[in-house]
């Protein structure tokens, strides 16, 4: 295209373009200059929208990447807490096993030492000899009949019989306690009683005779300990002549050790 053609080509647009708008009026000018302006204006908002919806999304991926981070840490400490509480479990788990086997092979020694006593025992009225378990121990309790005269601290040729009979099958077993307790009713001892106040003296030197004998026919004077309770651990009223004879008796505990129990119980 020359540019003589070019410029024939401009003046005729340029004058059609006069006539085009020679042939508007005033008012539609206007109209048209208000709604390009209006245009414009809503252009300008939107672009500002847009602006800001840029923005509001930037920081909205930010805090989004922020959160997931801070979602993986956490997600991370509770995996670390989690292998570390199945590590505990399993400690707590081998400890209860432990304990329980313990304690497993402690009732079956108490088992096996009541029913040892019970057979060294047999052929004793039950009446003046009981042997029985009770928490965890071995209660073996004669009468004073079987033991002792009234208000005497010599053990009858009987009762010897049966506490020799105790400490041979006892013996050798130092994994026992032996304690011996005396036990009277609520009667006072006569006054002017040689060598005794009043039943605290009584049943602690009943207890320590029993000791005596125990100890001079199998156990060894470490494993056994010798106590009085008087009045004050009755198993009945001593309101009757029979209640009264109930509570007048020595009781021997046996307790078997439990040193590994113990050591369990204390790492825990």
């Known amino acids: ?135 965890g121990k071995v209660y073996v309790s004669l009468s004073e009949q079987l033991l002792f005269k009234s208000g005497s601290t010599v053990v009858d040729p009987k009762g010897q019989e049966a506490l020799k009979k105790l400490a041979a099958a006892l013996k050798g077993n130092q994994d026992v306690n032996v304690l011996v307790e005396g036990h009277t009713d609520n009667v006072p001892i006569s006054r002017g009683t040689a060598g005794m106040k009043d039943n605290w003296d009584l049943s602690v030197l009943r207890a320590t005779e029993i000791t005596r004998i125990l100890t001079t026919t199998g156990l060894t004077p470490a494993q056994v300990t010798p106590s009085g309770r008087a009045q004050y651990l009755p198993i009945t009223a001593n309101a009757t002549p029979a209640e009264k004879a109930q509570n007048r008796r020595t009781e021997i505990i046996l307790t078997p050790k439990l040193d590994e129990l113990f050591q369990i119980l204390e790492a825990n």
């Open 1 to 135: 295209m020359n540019s003589t053609f070019s410029r024939t080509a401009l003046v005729a647009l340029w004058s059609t373009g006069s006539v085009l708008l020679g042939g508007c009026n005033a008012k539609e000018i206007a109209a048209l200059q208000q709604q390009n302006s209006e245009l414009l204006s809503s252009r300008d908002q939107l672009q500002a929208q847009k602006s800001a919806l840029e923005q509001e999304k930037a920081q909205t991926e930010e805090s989004l990447r922020s959160n997931l981070l801070s979602k993986n840490q956490e997600v991370n400490q509770l995996n670390e807490n989690l292998g570390t509480t199945k590590e505990q479990l399993q400690d707590r788990e081998q400890r209860i096993a432990e304990l329980q086997r313990v304690l497993d092979q402690k009732e079956a020694a108490v088992k096996a030492l009541r029913q040892k006593v019970g057979d060294a025992l047999l052929g004793f009225n039950a009446n003046d000899l009981t042997v029985n378990v009770k928490n």
